[in-house]
């Protein structure tokens, strides 16, 4: 693909912020800031950082320059020919623990015959700014940069340390973040949060109705079952061959209805969002761990997809083999399972569950994904209580919530570090916005990027002053 890569080009000429005198937090000129941040969002969204190959060195330049013209110490970790890292702090006074902004710089990969503008263009269209990683996650790793940039210009004193962490290859093997926690760690591992991505807030009606905070992530856990057998011709049968075997077994798996698990994050979660139903619902979901004593009713809600995943393991048959022809019985057949573990629960635990469920010893199960294990983070901070209140002030008839979510982030891994570690940013979308995510026509409104820069400023403001 060939596209220009424009780093920074436009912003000397058109905003020159240290023009801005300095002011008190209440008199911030935030028209200006806003223009910033999306003249900013644009910019970034040209660098096509898209992987694979990633090249987040060009993100990370683009940060570095933001972040020298405005004083602000940072630097880059090039942990491989164009991968690279960079982090840039605000030095508190040391009196509470640092707080982590943390945006992977890659984006998935876009096919632009399918979209309407250039995906690298960070082209404005009917109050959008488009392109590949506007919700995912250039967006709020802008909102990281104008926060950083905020503070350095107009914030309080800082009791704590706020780190601005922008890593590479997210979305393929999480090199960067693991690069970061093997070699650098004493740089951020005595922090008490961090902020990513995995938070989900729904616009309906031009409307903030629900404001999701991500605590805690279910994690993938690959297998692979293979069975063997005599192989043949298709046309004199093997009653117990490879595929007969593994279909006989795929079909017990299907049948296997794993426990239903109620963990307090989504209790809390039903409990939520039970004033947004109509009845029965909600008062089935104000008493959701009564509810689910009824099989009808857990029955009737696990067979909803945005439910299911949320209170049990779950398993997707995806991948299946057996012969290459129609003719022959094959040696071997193959499927692969995406299995999705809850926060808690122990990947060998569940191996021995499903070994009995296929009952068939012949059959080889093995896991094929590097396994990370599932963590969540309290819900009763203080971070947790600005994030609440900042969004009643801007949205008071937002419904605050906690959310666990069906696929993976690096909150993770920061979790295992001891850190509490939320996915959270002031930017609301509406079911046909969040299409883009991975998909076509990636956007982001410009409202969302002008009214969270100062949402998300304030929010760390606060936790850190
Ligand atoms: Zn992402």
Not at 78 to 90: F, H, M, Q, T, V
Not at 372 to 384: G, H, I, M, R, Y
Request: proline share 5%; hydrophobic share 40%.
């Amino acid at each position: 693909m060939s596209y220009n890569i424009h780093v920074g080009v436009g912003m000397d000429k058109k905003l020159d912020l240290q023009r801005i005198e300095s002011q008190h937090a209440d008199q911030i000129d935030w028209s200006r800031y806003q223009d910033m941040a999306v003249d900013l969002m644009q910019q970034y969204l040209r660098i096509n950082t898209a992987n694979p190959p990633g090249n987040e060195l060009e993100a990370a330049k683009f940060f570095k320059r933001l972040f020298d013209q405005y004083g602000i110490e940072n630097e880059i970790f090039e942990y491989k020919p164009g991968r690279a890292n960079i982090i840039a702090r605000l030095k508190g006074n040391g009196s509470k623990r640092p707080i982590i902004l943390l945006s992977h710089t890659d984006v998935v990969t876009a096919e632009p015959a399918a979209w309407e503008v250039d995906p690298f263009s960070g082209l404005i269209k009917n109050d959008y700014i488009y392109g590949r990683g506007a919700l995912d996650m250039k967006g709020e790793g802008l909102l990281h940069l104008m926060t950083m940039i905020l503070l350095k210009r107009e914030g309080p004193p800082l009791s704590r340390d706020v780190i601005f962490l922008g890593t590479a290859d997210e979305e393929v093997d999480d090199e960067g973040s693991l690069w970061m926690i093997a070699n650098k760690a004493e740089l951020f591992k005595n922090a008490e949060y961090l902020l990513t991505e995995g938070g989900d807030n729904l616009l309906e009606g031009g409307e903030v109705k629900v404001v999701g905070v991500d605590v805690a992530e279910k994690a993938p856990f690959w297998l692979r079952l293979t069975a063997t057998g005599l192989p043949g011709h298709g046309s004199r049968p093997v009653a117990d061959s490879a595929s007969n075997r593994l279909i006989r077994a795929m079909s017990r798996i299907l049948d296997w209805e794993t426990p239903v698990k109620l963990l307090p994050a989504v209790e809390k979660y039903f409990k939520d969002i039970a004033p947004l139903q109509s009845e029965p619902l909600h008062s089935q979901f104000a008493n959701i761990r009564e509810s689910l004593k009824d099989p009808a009713f857990v029955k009737a809600l696990t067979s909803q997809r945005e439910y299911n995943f949320l209170l049990r393991n779950t398993i997707s048959i995806t991948m299946l083999s057996g012969s290459k022809q129609t003719n022959v019985i094959p040696n071997a057949a193959t499927c692969n399972i995406d299995v999705r573990l809850l926060p808690g629960e122990s990947p060998d635990e569940f191996l021995k569950a499903l070994t009995a469920v296929v009952a068939d010893p012949t059959i080889k199960i093995e896991n094929i994904n590097r396994f990370k294990q599932p963590n969540s983070s309290a819900v009763d901070t203080e971070l947790f209580s600005l994030i609440a209140r900042r969004t009643k002030a801007s949205h008071p008839k937002a419904v605050i919530t906690t959310k666990m979510l069906s696929g993976y982030t690096e909150s993770q891994l920061y979790r295992q570090l001891g850190i509490i570690a939320y996915g959270w940013a002031p930017i609301s979308t509406t079911p046909d916005d969040d299409e883009g995510v991975h998909g076509n026509n990636e956007r982001i409104s410009v409202k969302n990027v002008r009214q969270g820069t100062r949402e998300f400023y304030e929010v760390v403001r606060d936790i850190a002053r």
